[in-house]
T-cell receptor, first 112, second 115 residues
């Protein structure tokens, strides 16, 4: 039973436009959410996170939105750049150092 | 070190052989996590440590898999009598001590191929 779902396996966006990656979760005990970016043959790299007490967190071109009632979060990248092309994983955890639960990832391609 | 170091990068084992993977967490991080990624699929949690103590082993297969984090040594994940289905990339991650809900930093992974 998948607790974190990324329903779009891939997304293509033109350079300079907005990329929106979506993630849904089912476990209401999750209270911390993270996005990781992964290039081939490398480990995931932390990108941005959000606590359940917030509904938005921004860091430069990256913004994460959290809708707790819908159990949905999204990552916005604007403007998108070719270097953003990677697989993006949504992850969630409960309190304490509980293991992260990952989605299956969305492959983003930013076309120049 | 400033990054999570995993060795080896690639490991090929014949079915039935033993495989041993190593992970050196970031200095000062006291939590270590092991994840398995099969066929570029989602990351499956295996086990976590708080310093040298097992913290959570709910994802660890009951047979053939074992892991340790001993003082002054890299952490290790060992698979006895490997099977074809063990072929995957094994990622290690570490995170800060005493911080609730903090991000984990990942190593580059060890690709295990069982033939």
């Amino acid at each position: 039973d998948q607790q974190v779902k990324q329903n779009s396996p891939s997304l293509s966006v033109q350079e300079g436009r907005i990329s929106i990656l979506n993630c849904d979760y089912t476990n209401s005990m999750f209270d911390y959410f993270l996005w990781y970016k992964k290039y081939p043959a490398e480990g995931p790299t932390f990108l941005i996170s959000i606590s359940s007490i917030k509904d938005k967190n921004e860091d430069g071109r990256f913004t994460v939105f959290l809708n707790k009632s819908a159990k949905h979060l999204s990552l916005h990248i604007v403007p998108s750049q070719p270097g953003d092309s990677a697989v993006y994983f949504c992850a969630a955890s409960g309190t304490g150092n509980t293991p992260l639960v990952f989605g299956k990832g969305t492959r983003l391609s930013v076309i120049a | 070190g400033e990054e999570v170091a995993q060795t080896p990068k690639h490991l090929v084992r014949g079915e039935g052989q033993k495989a041993k993977l190593y992970c050196a967490p970031i200095k000062g991080h006291s939590y270590v996590f092991w994840y398995q990624q099969v066929l570029k699929n989602e990351f499956k949690f295996l086990i976590s440590f708080q310093n040298e103590n097992v913290f959570d082993e709910t994802g660890m297969p009951k047979e053939r898999f074992s892991a340790k984090c001993l003082p002054n040594s890299p952490c290790s994940l060992e698979i006895q009598a490997t099977k074809l289905e063990d072929s995957a990339v094994y990622f290690c991650a570490s995170s800060h001590r005493g911080q609730v809900n903090t991000e984990a930093f990942f190593g580059q992974g060890t690709r295990l191929t069982v033939v």
